[in-house]
């Protein structure tokens, strides 16, 4: 699947978790973040290939990193590294491609919101959740189900 399907795939079920975390929790920024989160991770297993997901996320995350840093929120900043540069240095297709590869990168993404702005909806695991929509998304449309 292309960078388009995986967009359109992406926007799709970010718009039924949008539906889903504001039926439930009626919180605006919960839902703000956790679609935002299923959008960048129905994305994000193609960054272990020269992509439209890697030139968008490594300029942007990179820039993250230096803000979460300067910020003082140290944890977040090195979590967010390890999600930007572990993916350059696999193989396409390889682990950040599979079920084990999706389970580390959204329980890390679930840390790092959650040094941000830390929250108790679904007992705390809402933006990691969000984000396995995503990534469950991505790996649906690719066929490519491995568990490592
Ligand atoms: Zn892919």
Redesign the pocket.
């Known amino acids: 699947?292309n960078y388009n399907g995986?967009r359109n795939g992406g926007i799709v079920t970010s718009v039924a978790v949008a539906a889903g975390v504001i039926f439930f929790t009626h919180d605006i920024v919960a839902t703000i973040i956790a679609t935002i989160s299923t959008f960048i991770f129905a994305l994000y297993?193609?960054m272990?290939?020269h992509s439209t997901p890697r030139k968008m996320f490594l300029p942007s995350g990179l820039l993250a990193v230096i803000a979460l840093y300067f910020f003082g929120n140290h944890t977040a900043s090195i979590i967010l590294v390890g999600l930007l540069i572990v993916p350059l240095t696999q193989k396409?297709?390889g682990i950040i491609?599979s079920i084990l590869g999706m389970l580390i990168a959204c329980l890390a993404w679930n840390n790092m919101i959650g040094t941000l702005s830390p929250t108790t909806v679904l007992n705390g695991y809402l933006y990691g959740s969000a984000a396995i929509a995503g990534y469950l998304t991505?790996?649906t449309?690719?066929t490519?189900f491995k568990l490592v």
């Open positions: 699947m995986h297993p193609d272990d290939i396409h297709r491609h991505h790996l449309l690719d490519h």
